[in-house]
């Protein structure tokens, strides 16, 4: 299975992007689909999780009530729906596939694939 994240850009402080996390070779619909972000020289750090059936989620505090994470399996596809950017949210953006639990876990040590990462740059 390969990720495919796309969807990032370049937008102003209170503006939204949405990202993509396409599939390909496998189906995501069994799978724990994860957003993460990392900046230089820093780690890469959770942003939100969703498990295989969309009913559970998880957000990292820095997001809550701006950041939607949805599924559609039709499309193969996990969404990243970010609303009211903040300069602090420029990163590089990385999708991961779980392929061993159906619980939503924030490590990123548990997640086995990874899409290339997409980047978001907020400007004050």
């Known amino acids: 299975v390969q990720l495919q994240a796309s969807g990032g850009g370049l937008v102003q402080a209170g503006g939204s992007l949405r990202l993509s996390c396409t599939g390909s070779?496998?189906?995501?619909?069994?799978?724990?689909v994860g957003w993460f972000r990392q900046t230089p020289g820093k780690e890469r750090d959770v942003v939100s999780v969703?498990?295989?059936?969309?009913?559970?989620?998880y957000y990292a505090d820095a997001v809550k009530g701006r950041f939607t994470i949805s599924r559609d399996n039709a499309a193969n596809t996990v969404y990243l729906q970010m609303n009211s950017l903040k300069p602090e949210d420029t990163a590089v953006y990385y999708c991961a596939l779980d392929l061993n639990s159906a619980q939503v876990i924030l490590s990123l040590h548990a997640y086995d694939v990874w899409g290339q990462g997409t980047q978001v740059t907020v400007s004050s």
């Open positions: 969703i498990n295989n059936n969309g009913d559970r989620t």
């Open positions: 070779g496998r189906r995501l619909r069994p799978y724990v």
